[in-house]
């Protein structure tokens, strides 16, 4: 108690500490190499050779973000698998986590370790340290080494989507980051419904938004579940209103809006989704829903893994959530064979079609410290994995390998330079999967073979397999939703994907305001007219401000 | 003469000083040294420049920073919670511990001593969890209790109303133990000739707590007051961070919540640290005035 009172301030002032003892040091350190600089030595390597091995082996420091609840096969660990083995026994470079822990607290130690200076040598950063540490020239600048050693392949996936990643990764016209880009498209919201229950109160498919409303409220009063008591809901939400699981972004999408993403207004300008009219009319519906009961009273305490314990125990049967829903309801396959869920596309509350919001291409960057001798390696890694998980030497025994008991390890996402498929590649794969699926044929597979297996597993009536059957099938699966909206570009990707100076400063403000006020007005705690008196605030608190700096740096980005 | 007494008592003693030197030591690395790092609340600070490096802004941090949104609310509701923490913690235990001292059965007075003790040992997110789920409208032990007696269920995490008091009640309960052994062991140390004369007077159960164990417990209750009062902006973050949520950062958002928003999340040292040296400011301005009277009333004196 008597500590307590000071610890936050303790804690920085510590870290002050350190950086005065940090930056007593380094500034000499590249005078020190000055005359060398840093990375010139790759630089005039008159023969770039992106898998080329080190003659003497070179030791990397490294930071990055690993989940506690990785699984590894035996004897290995996030430390010591595949990928680290790999990278010594290939390229010669040996790589030393100075520290790693989970991503929900990843970027708040990441900025403990740059005010106190003490950078590693590789890590990942978000958008906005990305551009702290790059406005100190705290960052190597990796142009050229890029130019050179990133393998064609690596070039291939990494600017597959339209060289938005590597504009995002750079600053001032340098390259300071490794995008690690992703197929956005996964983040598409999409409707899951119990189809047992469906049956059972005799409901049809959805076609618009009013029907998903009818079924929510069929869901509420039907008792679905046939135990006689009004314990189920029509739509599950969490505390953060946004997310993966029982999302409201998909149920706002329905009403076109985009909460906490960037899109064009009518005359083209970039504004913020949350606080555009469309969003007022999605509150005012899921207040009213509310007031009927269709909403879990206690959602504005309950995180996700709440949630999920709430499905597991019945208790709903619609939710807007993401492709691998699925994989969180295995627990209620087991409880209740019975039970089963598809997934439908979003619907539209009028007659313009529904389009799902997906985030922006690279948000995470690998980043060197600027002074670390090896620029290079951070890409040579780079070429390391996509050829091992993509490649013609691909090799899924041994950078996808199960456990002793047949399932997936956490081997494929513990490489510590990663960047994976864009969406057009990736929507190619998953129509390769439903293809092989349906033939039963593997070798028409271009990736996914651990869920191909799984639902040739359940097609022989493994249970097993079961959720990778509802995430990836043929038919009525969250894949299928996807490629559904990828072809008819039913989708809106988030314009902005950077940092500006008034939101690093004034974020965490105005995204409590939002979620404050959101909660208020679905509970009806706050009349809606609580939105118009949101949407003023947030512009006179920085939200005004940050629109202008996001257009001026969308603009400048299209010169 | 005086010279010589004060060389053989150093002489007698200096073991006693040497078992001081390392904790004096880790409060000059803990706590002193990170004092010189406050100067970053005047200015405008970044990580790469350093102490020095940053440019001086004087107080334009702390005119920011009570020029957020909701500061005052903020305050008020640090200062709320924190006294009736401080109210709580100080009698709450000092009645268990006269009610535990009445027991004679030492090995039920220690069970009981041990099992009140035992949630002091357990982490706000542990705690949290559980309460979320004791205390849920729905499903939650206290609530199908209510409901059972007839009563509309409560929504106690959720609730404006209620938050602010489940924030007293929870870290109350959670914490007098601690206190209470405190209590337990100032009142072994009243001569039991006290109480043998009392009876001898005539003076009953009541009477003897009021006229002898009470007082005798004055310096102690006195000290722990002192102390506490210290805490009085100091709502407790791991306790508010595990249990608040958007519906309830009206009644229940504080100002180690904010420094964390603002410090961790938003990277802005030099916002942060000044509202830490706020803090750090009035708790000493309390712990000073509350010295003083403890000295005035109590004629106490840690010194």
């Given at each position: 108690m008597k500590t307590g009172k000071l610890t936050l301030a303790i804690v920085i002032m510590l870290s002050m500490v350190l950086t005065a003892c940090g930056n007593n040091d380094k500034p000499q350190e590249p005078s020190k190499e000055s005359g060398g600089n840093a990375g010139s030595a790759a630089v005039s390597d008159p023969n770039p050779e992106p898998f080329g091995k080190y003659e003497k082996t070179v030791e990397v420091h490294a930071a990055v973000a690993s989940e506690p609840n990785w699984k590894f096969p035996e004897g290995d660990s996030f430390e010591n698998n595949a990928w680290t083995r790999g990278y010594e026994q290939e390229l010669g470079i040996k790589v030393v986590y100075d520290w790693t822990t989970n991503e929900g607290s990843y970027f708040n130690k990441m900025n403990v370790a740059i005010t106190s200076g003490d950078l590693p040598d590789v890590f990942v950063v978000n958008g906005a340290q990305l551009r702290l540490l790059a406005e100190a020239d705290q960052?190597?600048?990796?142009t050229e080494v890029y130019e050179k050693y990133a393998a064609p392949f690596t070039k291939e996936l990494i600017e597959g989507d339209g060289g938005l990643g590597l504009k995002a990764a750079s600053h001032g016209g340098k390259l300071v980051g490794l995008p690690k880009s992703g197929?956005?498209?996964?983040e598409l919201p999409m409707v899951w419904l119990r189809t047992d229950w469906m049956k059972k109160l005799n409901l049809q498919e959805p076609k618009t938004m009013q029907d998903v409303l009818a079924i929510a409220e069929a869901f509420k009063n039907g008792d679905?579940?046939?135990?006689?008591?009004?314990?189920?809901?029509g739509l599950p939400i969490t505390k953060?209103?946004?997310?993966?699981?029982?999302?409201?972004t998909g149920f706002a999408n329905s009403y076109h809006a985009y909460p906490q993403m960037w899109v064009k207004d009518k005359d083209g300008k970039a504004v913020y989704g949350?606080?555009?009219?469309e969003m007022k009319a999605t509150l005012q519906q899921l207040a009213d829903m509310y007031k009927k009961g269709l909403?879990?009273?206690?959602?504005?305490?309950?995180d996700a893994e709440k949630v999920t314990d709430d499905f597991v125990n019945s208790k709903f049967g619609l939710t807007f959530g993401a492709n691998w829903n699925p994989l969180n309801f295995i627990d209620l396959k087991t409880k209740n064979p019975d039970s089963d869920w598809k997934a439908v596309p979003i619907v539209s509350s009028d007659d313009q079609t529904a389009l799902g919001s997906i985030g922006f291409p690279a948000t995470q960057f690998t980043v060197v410290r600027k002074g670390?001798?090896?620029?290079?390696a951070v890409v040579k890694m780079l070429n390391f994995y996509q050829e091992k998980r993509?490649?013609?030497?691909?090799d899924e025994s041994v950078y996808n390998p199960n456990d002793a008991k047949g399932n997936q390890t956490h081997v494929y996402t513990s490489a510590l330079v990663k960047s994976d498929k864009a969406n057009e590649m990736t929507i190619s794969d998953l129509k390769n999967l439903a293809e092989a699926v349906t033939k039963q044929d593997?070798?028409?597979?271009?990736?996914?073979i651990p869920e191909y297996e799984k639902m040739i597993k359940f097609k022989d009536g493994?249970?097993?397999?079961w959720a990778s059957t509802r995430q990836?099938?043929?038919?009525?699966?969250g894949f299928s939703i996807l490629i559904k909206a990828y072809d008819s570009s039913s989708y809106v990707a988030n314009l902005f994907g950077g940092q500006t100076e008034t939101m690093s400063a004034k974020w965490s403000t105005l995204d409590k305001l939002e979620k404050e006020t959101f909660t208020k007005i679905i509970l009806g705690y706050?009349?809606?007219s609580a939105f118009d008196e949101f949407v003023e605030k947030w512009n006179a608190l920085g939200g005004k401000k940050i629109t202008e700096e996001v257009n001026r740096d969308l603009s400048a980005q299209q010169e | 003469m005086v010279q010589q007494q004060a060389t053989s008592r150093w002489k007698r003693q200096w073991p006693l000083y040497a078992m001081l030197v390392p904790a004096i030591i880790c409060v000059v690395i803990y706590s002193y040294i990170p004092l010189?790092?406050?100067v970053i609340a005047f200015q405008d600070f970044t990580p790469f420049k350093g102490w020095f490096g940053s440019d001086w802004v004087g107080l334009d941090q702390f005119r920011y920073a009570f020029e957020l949104p909701d500061i005052w609310k903020i305050i008020r509701n640090t200062v709320v919670i924190s006294l009736m923490k401080i109210v709580a913690g100080l009698f709450v235990p000092i009645l268990f511990a006269l009610l535990l001292n009445e027991i004679n059965k030492m090995f039920v007075k220690r069970s009981i001593q041990t099992l009140i003790y035992?949630?002091?040992?357990?982490s706000w997110v542990i705690l949290g969890g559980i309460l979320i789920d004791i205390l849920?409208?729905?499903?939650g032990m206290v609530n199908q209790l209510i409901k059972w007696l007839g009563f509309e269920p409560v929504f106690f995490l959720g609730d404006n109303r209620w938050f602010p008091y489940i924030l007293v009640l929870t870290d109350t309960w959670k914490e007098f133990g601690f206190s209470t052994i405190v209590y337990l062991a100032a009142l072994t140390g009243i001569n039991p000739a006290l109480y043998e004369a009392a009876v001898i007077d005539g003076a009953g159960r009541i009477k003897q707590t009021w006229h002898i164990t009470l007082p005798g417990m004055i310096p102690i209750i006195v000290l722990m007051a002192t102390l506490s009062l210290?805490?009085?902006?100091?709502?407790?973050f791991d306790q508010v961070f595990n249990l608040y949520s958007p519906q309830v950062y009206e009644s229940g958002d504080v100002l180690d919540t904010l420094i964390y928003r603002v410090g961790?999340?938003?990277?802005q040292y030099s916002v942060a640290t000044a509202l830490g040296l706020v803090k750090s400011v009035v708790s000493f301005a309390f712990i000073s005035i509350s010295y003083w009277l403890a000295y005035r009333l109590a004629n106490y004196r840690i010194f």
């Open positions: 960052l190597a600048d990796l197929s956005t498209i996964y679905p579940d046939g135990n006689g008591k009004p314990d189920t809901f953060d209103l946004y997310g993966g699981m029982a999302s409201l949350s606080t555009q009219p909403i879990d009273p206690e959602f504005g305490v309950k670390f001798e090896h620029p290079e993509y490649g013609k030497t691909k593997k070798s028409i597979l271009t990736d996914y493994d249970l097993s397999g990836g099938g043929p038919e009525d699966s706050s009349d809606i | 010189v790092g406050s035992l949630p002091h040992f357990l849920s409208p729905s499903e210290g805490n009085v902006l100091n709502a407790g961790l999340e938003d990277m």
